[in-house]
């Protein structure tokens, strides 16, 4: 099965500007959850979607934003860029399973996108 | 609030060492617990996880983790490390539906020949 695909792997953009980025979860999940990664924060949480519906949120300031279409794929986008939001995004799926009384969401992770704010 | 404190920033241990990493968790209710690896300039793996059930779980690669709840730790023990082992790991917390993750600061591992 292939795993969590992200497009692209790495971006520059200037401040100021807007960006996309893609995530193609592993066929079969339906969640899809962000993260961001820097270091000087480390790994925060973005969003969570599952089925088209934003389920989760971090706190992160409105400029950030995400869908998820009815084939599970995802978009995250980042308006008006600054500086600090340089970082690494990770995207993550997940497959709800219930086995046994426990409910089982482990979280498998794309290879990131690379942005660079200039 | 859910959070995670990694006490060690970087560990270096020789290779054919054994490796204990420290993880210690505050969750609400029954935390679901995870250790992932990363190399530089990749993706998270993840190397295992606890849900329920038998304390002690086994991962990937030969590693392993308990869950003391008394102690609320989650942390990562290999008997052998490798080389192969050097790269960054994580400890996450997170809970039933709630797909968000929290993770720690990470441990830098590094292996001397």
């Known amino acids: 099965k292939a795993g969590v695909t992200q497009t692209p792997r790495y971006l520059i953009k200037t401040r100021g500007q807007q960006v996309t980025l893609s995530c193609s979860p592993i066929?079969?999940?339906?969640?899809v959850s962000w993260y961001q990664q820097t270091p000087g924060q480390g790994l925060q949480f973005l969003f969570e979607?599952?089925?088209?519906?934003?389920?989760n949120k971090g706190n992160f300031p409105g400029r950030f934003s995400g869908r998820q279409f009815s084939n599970s794929r995802s978009e995250m986008n980042v308006s008006t860029l600054e500086l600090g939001d340089s970082a690494l995004y990770l995207c993550?799926?997940?497959?709800?399973?219930?086995?046994?009384?426990?409910?089982?969401?482990?979280?498998?992770f794309g290879p990131g996108t690379r942005l660079t704010v200039l | 609030a859910q959070s995670v404190t990694q006490p060690d920033i970087h560990i270096t241990v020789s290779e054919g060492a054994s490796l204990e990493l420290r993880c210690n968790y505050s969750?609400?209710?029954?935390?679901?617990l995870f250790w992932y690896v990363q190399s530089p300039g990749q993706g998270l793996q993840l190397l295992l996880k606890?849900?329920?059930?038998?304390?002690l779980v086994q991962g990937i690669k030969g590693f392993e983790a308990e869950f003391k709840r008394s102690q609320s730790s989650f942390n990562l023990r290999k008997p052998s490390v490798h080389w192969s082992d050097a790269a960054e790991y994580f400890c996450?917390?997170?809970?039933?539906?709630?797909?968000?993750?929290?993770f720690g600061k990470g441990t830098l591992l590094t292996v001397n020949p």
């Open positions: 066929s079969g999940h339906r969640s």
């Open positions: 606890y849900f329920s059930g038998d304390t």
């Open positions: 979607y599952f089925s088209e519906t934003q389920r």
């Open positions: 969750y609400g209710a029954t935390p679901y």
């Open positions: 993550a799926s997940s497959l709800e399973a219930w086995a046994s009384g426990t409910f089982y969401n482990e979280q498998f």
């Open positions: 996450a917390v997170g809970g039933g539906s709630n797909y968000k993750l929290t």
